[in-house]
């Protein structure tokens, strides 16, 4: 699993957008602690220390230790938002959590031995549906990304979740289909010369 962030912050005083401009020009970043049943604090971070999480690949499912005037609390980011023009982050979410507890995260998926699929090796293409999997993971063991072994599969295949072995501590938050994630397709001159037909490329997302 990822490991922990920390991130210093300061207690906002002002809500509203004219108090977030003042801040965005001290290179401040307005944000917000929510969630446990305690009540919303308003803070700021870092700009610099902020982008140097967001540049780490994972942020969005690690757990960040904020650390708020020697008060740390443990938390997980819900949201980021960015700058239309310049793509500067402008506000974040973030909700608190506690040990043991289990939080909805969205995790990269990666394929790996590509070179043991059929299909693939025939010169098939994968069609990724799913580049991230919804997850319910306990907060101390949430994985960097998923591993999917296309091992076997030939075009026309589809690979669904019942197909992956999630890690301990992870189960679907979809529970309810064995949803695609992702399918091989036959290139336009493997179809002309197999004379294949229609490859399930449509399968339920």
Do not use: W
């Amino acid at each position: 699993m990822s490991d922990q962030l920390t991130l210093s912050a300061e207690t906002r005083e002002r809500a509203g957008k004219g108090a977030s401009r003042d801040l965005r020009r001290q290179n401040r970043i307005p944000a917000v602690i929510y969630g446990n049943k305690q009540d919303p604090e308003l803070i700021h971070v870092e700009e610099k220390a902020l982008v140097k999480l967001l540049m780490t690949g994972h942020f969005s499912n690690s757990v960040v230790e904020i650390d708020l005037g020697g008060k740390k609390q443990i938390t997980i980011p819900k949201d980021v938002a960015f700058h239309p023009v310049s793509d500067r982050p402008t506000h974040v979410d973030f909700l608190r959590i506690v040990k043991g507890a289990k939080v909805e995260v969205e995790v990269p998926v990666v394929f790996v031995n590509e070179d043991a699929s059929p299909g693939l090796k025939r010169g098939g293409v994968l069609n990724i549906v799913r580049h991230e999997l919804e997850l319910v993971c306990e907060n101390d063991k949430i994985p960097d990304d998923i591993q999917i072994d296309v091992t076997g599969f030939d075009v026309g295949d589809s690979i669904h979740i019942s197909h992956v072995k999630l890690p301990a501590g992870s189960e679907s938050k979809i529970t309810d289909r064995d949803f695609t994630i992702a399918t091989i397709v036959a290139p336009s001159a493997l179809k002309s010369s197999d004379g294949d037909t229609t490859v399930d490329g449509g399968a339920e997302a």
